[in-house]
């Protein structure tokens, strides 16, 4: 009886982590579903407080108010770019077990 085992780095952290041990992790065997939602929830948040800024006068805001901004889109961005690598590469595993190109439709058959 063979018994697959996890792989040793199922855990990814995430680039936007600050100290020495990271905290937050990608669990790469999540399904890709999960992982794209993930991406987009943080993709989407960062672009809505990208259009929010876009539409604020900055005569009103306040020069500290500027990191903080940034580092919010920052963490959100890199998130979600993280979070599509693992997808990607999870398509690409899934890809290569059917042995279909990673970007060719598959036609119905009849």
């Known amino acids: 009886m063979n018994i697959s085992t996890p792989p040793t780095n ?4 995430l680039n936007s982590t600050a100290g020495d ?22 993709i989407r948040a960062a672009s809505d407080l990208l259009e929010t800024l876009y539409c604020l006068s900055f005569k009103q805001a306040d020069l ?4 903080h901004i940034v ?3 920052y963490l959100l961005t890199q998130d979600g770019n993280d979070l599509l ?8 595993e899934i890809n290569k077990t059917t ?8 036609t119905p058959q009849h």
């Open 10 to 13: 199922r855990y990814q952290p």
């Open 21 to 42: 041990t990271p905290a937050l992790l990608i669990d790469t065997l999540a399904s890709p579903q999960d992982l794209l939602d993930a991406a987009q929830q943080r």
């Open 64 to 67: 500290k108010d500027i990191p």
């Open 71 to 73: 580092n919010a889109l």
């Open 85 to 92: 690598e693992v997808v990607q590469q999870r398509m690409g």
């Open 99 to 106: 042995n279909t190109p990673y970007n060719t439709p598959k």
